[in-house]
């Protein structure tokens, strides 16, 4: 079972940068991709960002393309970290952030996905 914490949401204003953070453990969680989704209100969940666990293959949604970055730390034996900066916040990516976690394939699909976050919000405050 992989467990799976995000952290660092909060409030911004459009074109402003924030970071969010998850920490993935338990389980095989070396193994598994890690990656970010969202949820805004009255709207489905969808995909933001994925990486592998070896670091060699990323994909990002069109719409956050040039904007966000998501690292993958590797380093700690107890645990993995995922990061999503974002910047050049628009209105639009207001939204509650969910760290994805699956395995062998990235999680770039909601059906992908084996393990979930609990979330955090993001505003974008205009």
């Known amino acids: 079972q992989v467990h799976l914490v995000e952290s660092g949401g909060g409030l911004v204003q459009a074109g402003g940068s924030l970071r969010i953070s998850c920490a993935a453990s338990?389980?095989?969680?070396?193994?598994?991709?890690l990656g970010w989704y969202r949820q805004a209100p009255g709207k489905e969940r969808e995909f933001v960002a994925a990486i592998n666990w070896h670091r060699d293959r990323i994909d990002y949604a069109d719409s956050v393309k040039g904007r966000f970055t998501i690292s993958r730390d590797n380093t700690e034996n107890t645990k993995n970290m995922v990061y999503l900066q974002m910047n050049s916040l628009k209105s639009e990516d207001t939204a509650v952030y969910y760290c994805a976690a699956s395995f062998p394939v990235v999680p770039d699909t909601v059906d992908d996905v084996d393990y979930w976050g609990e979330g955090t919000l993001v505003t974008v405050s205009p």
């Open positions: 338990g389980g095989t969680f070396w193994r598994h991709g």
